[in-house]
Structures are given as C-alpha cells and as structure tokens.
C-alpha cells in the first residue's frame, strides 16, 4: 500500500503494530485500516484480542475514578455492530460493567428502546435491543466503543439519538485507534458543547492516513491488476466434526440484548468446561497440517468465540501459540496474496441467517485459506455460530461457508450455541426509520436513505385525467394519489440516452460547483437531504464529488417536501436528532418559479435548519448556490421512477400517514428492465475528473466578495409566471411550469394545454417536442422567454375539455 498506493500511517508509534491497510473495492475510498488485534480481518492470538479490550477498559476506569460520582460502578457500555462488538465487550469486561451492542438483527416483538444510522456501512441500520430497557436509563457514564475513530459521525449519531431520550452529563468514546482531522475534532467539541456534556476520548494510539491526490486512480489501476481473488485450489472435503456445547441455560451468547455482571460470572464459571469439549474435538483430528487452529466466529458474533478460543489455548498443548482467532464479515475486501499486503486471501459464501436487511449479499472470512505460504494453513478450523445461523445455506452447495473451509484446512468443528431471545416486554413504539436499497430503489445503501414510507404494496394510482379534474375542481390535493407511470417509447429512450451524453459534461460541472461551494462554506461535516425524489440523483453525485475529490463520506437523506403542506416533520426530526441541523443542506435539481424554494423557506422557519436551497440549474434565479443559471436539459426531468432509483413521488395522505410517520412512496421493482439511474449517476460521475479544474474556478469565482450581486436571488422567473399567467387568462400561477425540467413533468404528469418555447431553443427541448406530438399539444415559439420553455397546465380542466383520449385542446382561448 506505501510503495505502490503511496498511501502512509503517520502518527504514535503504536499505531503500525494496531492497523494496516488494504484496498476496497470501490471508487469512494480507496483505502481500509485492517486491524491487527480486532479479530476480524486478520487471524490474531485470542489473548491479545481480549487484551486490547481489556488494557482499554482499565484506561477508561483510570479516566473515571478521580471524578466525583463518575466511578466505574455507575458505567455502561455499549459498542457497535458488527465490528466492535467483541471490543466493546471486552472494553465492559476490563470496567467490570453491564455491556449492550448495536445489532442489525431485529426481533420480533421485541420493539427497539433506540437506533441510530452509520450511513457509510455496508448495512446501516443499527438496532438498540435490550431485554431490560432500563439499561440505557441510568444517569452515569456512558462508554461508546469503536473499533477506529476517523469521522465520529457514527458517535455523534448515536450521543444525539440517547441523549434525547435519556440525558446524561458524561460520554466516553473508546477506540483502538484515533484518526480524526482537525474539523472532526472541532465537530466532536462543538457537539459537547451544543449538548452540554463532557466528552472524553480512549485510544490505544492516534495519528491519520496520508492520501496521493490520485490515490483513487492508483487503487483501480492495483484492482484491475489484481484481478479476481483467486478460489481455493481443489481438494477432498476435510472431515466436518460437530460439538455440542453444554452452554449454560439462559446465559446470553453476547451483549445484543444486554449482558450484565451476573451473566459475566456465569461465563468465566463455564468457560473451562466448553473448553475442554472443544480441545477433545480437536484433539480427536489427525490431519496432517502443523496443528495451529482457527476459531472462527460469526458477524455480530465475536466475543463468545473469542472467550472460547482464549479458554482452549489455555487448554491445549503449546495453545498460545497455537490457537489464533478470528470472524467472518459483510465488509468486501480486496485480497492480493504477497506478504507486504494485510488480506492475503478471501473466502467469499452467501449469508446463511436469513438477514432482514441485505439477505442478497456475500460474506467472507479472511486470510483463512492459506493462499501460497503452507505456514500459514489452519490443520483445524472451528466455526462458532447461533442456532440462528446454522441453516441449509451454511452447510448446502459449493460456495457454502462450510464447503469453503473444508478446502482449506484439514478438519472443520462446528460448535453451534443457542441465540439468546429474550422474553422481556415491548418497550414504547419504534420511530420511523430510514429505508434503504435495494430492498426500497435500486440505489445503493450507502448513496441514499429514504426517509419515507414504504407504501409499495397500497393502489395509489390513477389515470392523469382523473387526477388533474379532481386536483382543479379542490377535490384532491396532487400529493394524495400517483399517476400511472409514464412508459416512454423506444424512440423517447433514445432522445434520454443522447440528451446525457450530450449534458453530462455540463451536468458534472454544474454538480462540482455545487458540491465545492457548499463545502467551502459549509464545511466538511455536510449532510446532505435531497427533495424526493428529483432531488436525490442530484444528492447522490455531490456525495460521489465529495468522496471522490475529498475522501468524505457525506450523509445523504431523500426527504419529502410537498406544495401546500410543507416538508415532512417526522424528517425534520429525524434530522435533527442524528445532525447539527447547522449542517444540513437541502439539494434539489433545479428551480422553476421557486415554489418550492419558498415552501422550504417556510417550513424551516425558527427550526435551526438553512433554508438555503442547492441546485444544479437555477434558472428562475430564485437560490444563491447553484451550478448555473442557464435553462438546459438535465437527462433526470426526461423520466419518472426509471432514472429516480425506481421510486414514485411522494404521497401524504392522513389514512396512510400517521403523525409520526415520514411521508409515503412506492418501489416499482417492476419496472426494474427499464431502469437507468445507475447508468446516469455513472455517466455524470465518468466526467468528474475532467470538470474539476473548472468546478474549483467556479467556486472560488462564486465566493469572491465581489461576485456575491451576481449570487443574490432577483426572482425574475416569479415574475415571468405572473406575466405568461395574465397573458393567457390562467388565474393559477400553479399552472404555470417554466423550465425544461418542470415543463418534461407536465407532459409526463399531469393533462398540458400547451407549450411555450423559446424561439430558436435547439436540442434540449427535442424530447418536449416528442412528447407534445404524441399528445396534441401544441408548442407556441415566442420571443422573450427567460426560460427554454414553458409547460402551461389545462385551466378549467375536465375530462370533456380534452375528449376521451385525454390530448389538450387546440385552440388558444382568449
């Protein structure tokens, strides 16, 4: 990684023998700190995976016991899923105190006390489960632990979501290793100071990662050398041995609902007997590898294999050296077998719990198989799961977990312990939470999440005609119902196709403007809320230009803003609870007259949240940060869901939405053939590198005092609507759609009566004109337009206005 990705530990002297580095497989980040003494990624003795725990749970006691009423005694801890959560508990064994971690494993019927978002993992919702929920009640020091600490945007998440509920004056963060900026350490004061708490810091080392400018380039230049990880050589399957373990009744197998001091006692009391059963099934191999052993836990899974793993070395011949620990993870890895590299090999299997959030997705287990170097093969691997667990999935097919390890060693054990389901009652309704993909829209979870509803199986359809009269006649409000979802035509897919390759440069562009003003006046701890759901592509590529061209892992939240009724407030909330609202910025596409430009402005009045609207085009000149003014085609306005993450619009409805619920929309999973918003964010995103130089400039040119006249709002597009409204006998300004992007959504959404274009408008209004024939709409050119074009909405609409088929009138009414 130094000599060939000029990436570079700089820091404490500890820190080399705490971390190393590898690559992800993704263009977002180039690098990953590999722990050496976590247990998960790399095969590490078992006493200094305790250790590492242990030595910091005694630090935080040292910090605690000069300070009044702040002892040890009155502490809680609780660390987070999946990586830390053997940490945390070790962290809890070294304080002596009750320990809970994160899990993203829900139980039914039991309600989650608390949650929190860690919007950049590969699975980010984190449930808070324990069976007492008084646990997380008490008034003493509360002790978060983390495997590393490079943002704390996941400990700010998670201080904001129980300090709201259950208030306390003392917080401890505790990490292996502290790697946080200078802006991220003024982040982590200012929120101690916002919330009035003290806020203390572990860590076993600290220091930061240096990063070459084109550090993403060199990462994809090593992947694609690299190549795929190669699969196990062929072997005969080793024998698999299973052991049933006389685990304790009742005794929690780790901290997912809680695990308190008595449960602790219980263990250390157990752990020699489960001892001495596993050393038996090993014992009883004769497998000709060198005799080192593997314990290999499971995800979330990591402190029971690990306590039993340091109870066999002590059981078995030579086991300090011989027995080493480790567990399976969601998290991809690049694996490039040379010694100089932290993952050496990769075992890549399906998940086999059934998990409710991503049941799609590979695990792995690293350095298990021994790649080229025999000195590092396992003669056995003992695999510990929950009951949960162990399915058809985990023992059936070739890439099963089990299959894999019985290539690449010479004995598998599998100990399987009962899941821990307790009993306790429901604590109070679950907030509304998050939504992500691919289970709701095709985009990624680590682009977007959706603080909406899922209404996807609910009819909310109905035919355009039928809306418009019902919306016009007072009948409805827009928000209530959903039209049909438009399915263009070949010949209208192709206009979208080379409208993006013709705007994509211009798009890039206006999105790096965009992204590097905020950041100039923002700062780096943006959070991102686009308005769904045209707001959210446009959301989803600042966030790739941050990440790309800064290293930051944005938070990015579709949220529902509605004419009329003003934008969610259970999405304000939720903002509000997990964010400064200082640093949350609105993003939408583009501007027409500004409605929603002064919907937002009014619904965020006195809440602490910027009104200030972002947008890549701006041509109503109704916002002061944008990417340009002028009025072009973005390739989103050209369809719906299909280039929206397969989301419809919103919808809010008092029979479907509660008060305490985010605002509806549906997932067209159906329409999945036709979807193309990867391949917009991809194309846009292809010119990045291309625009940055120009993107700078524009920024700077921007923030420049003497240009701010020229940021300034005139509203001149609210004006133009008032005048086109006079002129052709509209008594409704909401008929009135200027620009390309809102006149496309009339022709897709709702009953036009006609188009205005400006005379000799070119390429960009092609797709209008498309959808205009296909309609009867007629398209009027007309001088002094400050817009491209105009869509005017049918006024007086009826369904015997138009006829049957539902095309617009041809004659201008006077």
Known sequence: ???????????????????????????????????????KHVPQRPAVVHGAGLELGRRVRELLAPLPGESADRAVVLGYAETATGLGHSVA????????????????????????????????????????PGLLAGDGPLVLVDDEFSTGTTVLNTIRELHANHPRQHYVVVALVDLRGPADRRRLADTAAELGVRLDLVALADGGVELPADVLDRAERLIAEAGPAPEPPAAPAAPLVRVDLDWPAGLPDGGRHGFTREHRARLEAALP?????LAAAVDAGDGDGDGRVLVLGFEELMYAPLRLADALAERLPGGTDRVHYSTTTRSPVLAVDDPGYAIRTRLAFPAHDDPADDSSRERYAYNVAPGTDPARRFGTVVLVVDDTADTPALHEGERALLGQLRRVTDRVVLAVLPSHRPTAPAGPAAPARPLYGPEFSSYRADEVAWLLKDLTGVDLEAPTEEREEAVQSGGAHYAESLPVEYQPSPEYQELFHQALRVSARRIALAVGTVAETLLRERGPGLVLASLARAGTPVGILIRRWLAAGHGLDAPHYAVSIVRGRGIDPAALR???????????????????????????????????FDPDLAVLADPGRCVRTFGTRDDFLIPSACLNSTVSGLVSRTVLRSDLIGPDDFHGAKHYTELAGADVSGAFLDTVADHFADVRAEALAAADRFLAPEHAEERAPDWAGWAAVERISTEYGIDSVNLVKPGVGETTRVMLRRVPWRVLARRGAGADLDHVRLLAAQRGVPVEEVDDLPYSCVGLIHPRYTRGATGASGTAVLTKES
């Open 93 to 132: 064994d070294g304080l002596d105190a009750p320990y809970l971690h994160s899990t993203r494993r829900p139980v039914p019927g039991l309600t989650p006390v608390g949650g929190f978002e860690e919007e950049h993992s590969h699975a980010t919702s984190h449930l808070l489960l324990p069976a007492d």
């Open 273 to 277: 007997g489960l001892a001495e059963q």
């Open 574 to 608: 939720y903002l509000d609870a997990h964010h400064r609202a200082a640093d949350v910025v609105f993003v939408d596409g583009w501007t027409g007259k500004g409605a929603i430009t002064r919907e937002l402005a009014e619904a965020l009045a006195g809440t602490g």
């Open 1 to 39: 990684m130094a000599e060939r990705a000029g990436v570079a530990l700089t820091g404490s002297e500890r820190l080399p023998e705490l971390v190393g580095l590898a690559l992800r497989e993704n263009r977002k980040r180039a690098h990953l700190l590999v722990s050496t003494v976590l247990g």
